[in-house]
T-cell receptor
Framework: DTEVTQTPKHLVMGMTNKKSLKCEQH?????MYWYKQKAKKPPELMFV???????INESVPSRFSPECPNSSLLNLHLHALQPEDSALYLC????????????FGQGTRLTVV | AQKITQTQPGMFVQEKEAVTLDCTYD???????LFWYKQPSSGEMIFLIY??????QNATEGRYSLNFQKARKSANLVISASQLGDSAMYFC?????????????FGQGTRLTINP
């Protein structure tokens, strides 16, 4: 099983809403990532978890709150987002060891209205 | 900091022709890995091929091969016998290590269109 599953696939939310994006993998990977991708741009890293601990936060605004409840799950909690936060949010996982490929989910297309 | 450069914003190729997508990189880390990903319009990032800095031979995976020229710091993706389903965005990426964790740094991407 080389799948990373993201839910939901599409999400429309108002600026006052609270929502969560979910990501799940069963490959035994201990590194998990959130990326944000705007149209016609490459993915930009938001957060990295290694062994269920937050290792990298790329100066992401606090309206995005990541959570890693266990080694298979990664959540991204959203609150008070802005229209410019509309993007494709990609989750990925990999082994922690050097230079192994990361597997990506299909992403959540988020629209903030 | 590492840097990945893809200089071809878009490429148009006839079906069944071979195509080369360019990627150059810059890093001070002697141990590094280079990756190519394909992103169809559906959005998912599909891993294609990996080349390690100490690998003696160029990586190959089916119709994909990587033309790795270490001295030139280039890692071009070659797709042989292109198919209509190869039309997608292609990203070159490098793994960077920071504060005990690793992150993938992407180039700007090349949009490949295969014409029938």
């Amino acid at each position: 099983d080389t799948e990373v599953t993201q839910t939901p696939k599409h999400l429309v939310m108002g600026m006052t809403n609270k929502k969560s994006l979910k990501c799940e993998q069963h490959m035994g990977h201990r590194a998990m990532y959130w990326y944000k991708q705007k149209a016609k741009k490459p993915p930009e890293l938001m957060f990295v978890y290694s062994y269920e601990k937050l290792s990298i936060n790329e100066s992401v605004p606090s309206r995005f709150s990541p959570e890693c409840p266990n080694s298979s799950l990664l959540n991204l909690h959203l609150h008070a987002l802005q229209p410019e936060d509309s993007a494709l949010y990609l989750c990925a996982s990999s082994q922690v060891s050097r230079n192994t490929e990361a597997f990506f989910g299909q992403g959540t297309r988020l629209t903030v209205v | 900091a590492q840097k990945i450069t893809q200089t071809q914003p878009g490429m148009f190729v006839q079906e069944k022709e071979a195509v080369t997508l360019d990627c150059t990189y810059d890093t001070s880390d002697p141990s590094y890995g280079l990756f190519w990903y394909k992103q169809p319009s559906s959005g998912e990032m599909i891993f294609l091929i990996y080349q390690g800095s100490y690998d003696q031979q160029n990586a190959t995976e089916g119709r994909y091969s990587l033309n790795f020229q270490k001295a030139r710091k280039s890692a071009n993706l070659v797709i042989s016998a292109s198919q209509l389903g190869d039309s997608a965005m292609y990203f070159c990426a490098m793994r960077e290590y920071f504060q005990g964790a690793q992150k993938l740094v992407f180039g700007q991407g090349t949009r490949l269109t295969i014409n029938p």
